[in-house]
């Protein structure tokens, strides 16, 4: 019998997998963790555009995994909330980050609570590994988290087709026939992203990128040299579209 998960909850429910993905996925020296720096930067001017209208920002991270959005904009506001389905993630995030309010829950259970208000909200490196309908389901309960129309809702694709991972993409569209729910090899592309959250009551202010190199220029550039490219590249609003990361910043479309 195949243990392989039938939905993106699955994923990381045994410890071993949580702790891998924190030290090797997301790792120091990834090519996640090249984009990571680049991403932090964005995040950090999307919070502080926040600052100059709101005294407080109350944060909740969905899909928190192991931490690292809290871990980084913890400092940046006034309360930070991690949300995940996973009780491996939960239990990482917790001794990382003992300051912070975890949880663990789905919130596309429909009998969940809705805990809180938030005036930010971070999703990160959910919205392209969820199979659709659970992507569906939770913008649409995030939505529902959000304080108000003065609220942010920031969720990132990291699966953008239209990049360089587009040579593969008849590749990975061959192999996923028959297979089911798997998360290697998926792509999201801007309209859908903006279709997902127009279905949630969402409206994406704007679109920021970054990676535009693939992980190969690691190897070929090493991590300093690509790090510097990758910076300067994502400043280009021209090449923005072709990045591999897409970085979404929605609102709620209107008054409820």
């Known amino acids: 019998m195949s243990n392989k998960p039938d939905s993106y909850r699955q994923q990381f429910t045994e410890p071993a997998k949580a702790r891998r ?24 001017a999307v919070v502080d555009e926040l600052r100059s209208t709101h005294e407080r920002i109350d944060l909740l991270d969905f899909a928190t995994g192991t931490g690292r959005i809290i871990g ?30 975890m949880i663990c829950k789905d919130i596309t259970a429909a009998d969940d609570e809705i805990e809180d208000r938030y005036d930010l909200i971070t999703a990160f490196r959910f919205a392209l590994n969820a199979e659709p309908s659970l992507c569906r389901a939770a913008l649409k309960a995030l939505a529902a988290r959000l304080r108000d129309e003065s609220s942010v809702l920031v969720f990132n694709n990291h699966g953008n087709p239209f990049s360089h991972k587009l040579p593969l993409w008849p590749y990975h569209a061959v192999r996923r026939l028959g297979r089911g729910y798997i998360t290697e090899g ?29 992980a190969k220029s690691l190897r070929i550039l090493g991590y300093d040299r690509a790090n510097a490219l990758e910076h300067t590249l994502a400043h280009s609003r021209l090449l923005r579209p072709f990045a591999v990361n897409q970085m979404y910043v929605a609102r709620l479309s209107a008054p409820r």
């Open 186 to 214: 998926n792509y999201l592309t801007n309209h859908r992203a903006r279709r997902f959250a127009a279905l949630a009551g969402l409206t994406i202010d704007r679109v920021l990128g970054c990676g535009l190199l693939s």
């Open 21 to 44: 993905y924190d030290a090797v996925d997301i790792g120091e020296g990834s090519y996640s963790d090249l984009l990571w720096e680049i991403e932090k930067k964005q995040l950090t």
């Open 72 to 101: 980084f904009l913890d400092d940046q506001v006034d309360s930070a909330t991690g949300i995940d389905v996973s009780a491996a993630m939960v239990e990482v995030a917790r001794e990382k980050l003992p300051q912070a309010r």
